[in-house]
C-alpha cells in the first residue's frame, strides 16, 4: 500500500509542480521548508530533553486552537515539550507568532520515507492531529512505532463524510489505528463509528474553538487595533471577515446603503486568503471608497481627523481580534456554494450580532447551536445582506440581545480543553513510562 500511495502522491506532485514552480518564483515564501517537506528532516529528539507531543495542524484556524491546548498540557505536566507542524506558510507564520515556547516546522509530505525520517528523527512520546487530518503513511508509521496517536478537537463535515464513506474499506483501519478520537460533538462521533471506527476509541469532548475564544471587547490586541486604525469608541462597526469572492462586493454595497441613513458606519474588509489582498484593494479603488490598509498603519495610535471610513485588513493572523471592533459581524466563504463557512464562535464570543451565509457545512454544529437561539441570522444574498444590516442598525436593541445570546451561549459551551486535556494524560503517562523502562 505504502508504494502505491508513494506514486499516487509523486504523480499529484508532478501536475502540480508547474504552479509551485511559479509561485516559488515569484514569492520567496514558497521556497521554505522543503528540505522538512520532502525528506522529514525535522528536529531531532537530541533538541528535546523532556516528554514531546507533536501537534499537527494544517493552516491557520488550527494552529489557533493550539494556544488553548497546550497552555492547558503544560499546566497538567509542566515538563511537557512540543513540536508544532503546519502545511501552509500562513499556518508557519502564525504558529511562530502565536506559540512562543513551542518549536515549530513544516509537516512532511505524505511519502514513505519522510514520514519514517520524521519519526526517526522526532521519537514523540504522543502524536495529536487536529480536527481531520486522514494521511494513511503518516498514521501507519506512528502506530508501526507504538506511539500514542490521538485527533483532537476531531470533525467530520456532511461533505467529507460522503467522500470517506465511499472509501471506508480504506479509512476504517486508519481510523482503528488511532488511541483516541476526541470528537467536537455527537453528530461527529457517530460520523467516525458509521465509517468504521471502534466505538470505544471515540470520545465527545466539544470543541476547543470555545474555549479558546476572547470575548473581552477590550483585550489589549483589540484595543491596540482600534488606537492604530485611529477609530473612537461609540462609533458603529461592521465588520466582515474570512470573506472570498463576491462576499467584498456584497459587503461594500451592504454598508454603502446603510450609511444613507447611518453616515458614521465603518466597515472593515478582512479577505480569507493573502493571495486577494491586492484584488480587494483593487476593488475599493474602482468602486471610489476610501480606505487605508493595516499593513500601512503599524500599531502607533492614529489620529482621527481625516480616517477613511473603511479598513482593508491585509495582514494574516489580526483577525480574532478584530472581530472585537464589530457591532455587526458577518462570517464570509459562505454565501456561495462549496465553500463550507468560517469560524462564527470569535465574532459570537464578542457578543457582535452575526450574520452569515446559507452554505456552512463544515460548521454544522455552531450554525444549529446560535440559530435555535435566536443568537444569529442566516443571509441569502447581498440584497439580504443590506436588509439584515440595515434593520440591526436601526433596532439596537435587537441588536444588543442577539450580541448577547451568542456571547453567552459561548461561555456556556466552554470546557472542552479540560475534557481533551483529561482524555490524553494517560496517554501520555504510559508512552512516557514505557520509553523510560526501554
Not at 219 to 239: C, D, K, L
Not at 242 to 259: G, K
Not at 372 to 394: E, K, P
Request: charged share 25%.
Amino acid at each position: 500500500m505504502g508504494w502505491l500511495l508513494n506514486f499516487v502522491y509523486a504523480l499529484l506532485l508532478v501536475a502540480a509542480s508547474p504552479l509551485i514552480g511559479w509561485r516559488m518564483l515569484r514569492h520567496r515564501r514558497y521556497r521554505r521548508g522543503w528540505r522538512e517537506r520532502l525528506f522529514g528532516l525535522l528536529p531531532p529528539r537530541s533538541d528535546f530533553n523532556r516528554p514531546l507531543v507533536w501537534l499537527h495542524a494544517v493552516s491557520v484556524g488550527e494552529v489557533l486552537l493550539l494556544p488553548t491546548l497546550t497552555r492547558r498540557l503544560a499546566s497538567q505536566q509542566p515538563d511537557l515539550q512540543f513540536l508544532v507542524t503546519t502545511s501552509t506558510d500562513t499556518g508557519f507564520d502564525v504558529a511562530r507568532d502565536k506559540l512562543a515556547g513551542c518549536r515549530i516546522t513544516w509537516m512532511p509530505l505524505d511519502f514513505t520515507w519522510a514520514v519514517r525520517a520524521a519519526l526517526r528523527r522526532v521519537r514523540p512520546d504522543l502524536v495529536l492531529l487536529v480536527e481531520l487530518e486522514l494521511w494513511p503513511n503518516l498514521i501507519r508509521g506512528v502506530g508501526d512505532a507504538g506511539i500514542p496517536l490521538t485527533l483532537v478537537n476531531a470533525r467530520l463535515s456532511e461533505r467529507s463524510f460522503r467522500g470517506y464513506r465511499r472509501l471506508r474499506r480504506l479509512v476504517a483501519p486508519l481510523l482503528n489505528r488511532c488511541t483516541r478520537i476526541a470528537a467536537q460533538s455527537g453528530e461527529y462521533a457517530r460520523r467516525f463509528v458509521q465509517l468504521g471506527a471502534d466505538s470505544s476509541r471515540v470520545h465527545v469532548t466539544g470543541s476547543i474553538k470555545f474555549d479558546g475564544v476572547q470575548t473581552d471587547r477590550r483585550n489589549p490586541h483589540t484595543r491596540a487595533i482600534r488606537a492604530a486604525f485611529g477609530w473612537p469608541e461609540g462609533v458603529p462597526v461592521f465588520v466582515a471577515g474570512s470573506t472570498q469572492s463576491p462576499e467584498e462586493e456584497a459587503a461594500i454595497d451592504a454598508w454603502r446603503a446603510a450609511r444613507r441613513s447611518h453616515p458614521d458606519l465603518l466597515l472593515v474588509l478582512v479577505p480569507r486568503h493573502r493571495e486577494r489582498f491586492e484584488n480587494v484593494a483593487t476593488l475599493l479603488k474602482v468602486r471610489g471608497v476610501p480606505f487605508r490598509r493595516r499593513s500601512q498603519l503599524g500599531t502607533a495610535p492614529a489620529s482621527a481627523d481625516g480616517v477613511p471610513p473603511v479598513l482593508l485588513v491585509d495582514t494574516i493572523g489580526e483577525l480574532s481580534a478584530v472581530w472585537g471592533l464589530a457591532d455587526i459581524a458577518y462570517v464570509g466563504g459562505s454565501l456561495t456554494a462549496g465553500r463550507g463557512g468560517q469560524n462564527m464562535l470569535e465574532p459570537a464570543a464578542f457578543g457582535a450580532a452575526v450574520l452569515f451565509g446559507p452554505h456552512t457545512e463544515n460548521f454544522r454544529a455552531s450554525v444549529q447551536l446560535l440559530l435555535s437561539n435566536d443568537a444569529a441570522a442566516v443571509i441569502r444574498s447581498a440584497l439580504d445582506l443590506a436588509d439584515h444590516l440595515g434593520r440591526l442598525l436601526d433596532d439596537p436593541c435587537e441588536r444588543e440581545r442577539m450580541g448577547k445570546r451568542a456571547r453567552q451561549l459561548v461561555g456556556d459551551q466552554q470546557g472542552a480543553t479540560a475534557r481533551t486535556v483529561e482524555l490524553l494524560s494517560p496517554l501520555l503517562t504510559a508512552s512516557h513510562s514505557d520509553r523510560r523502562a526501554a
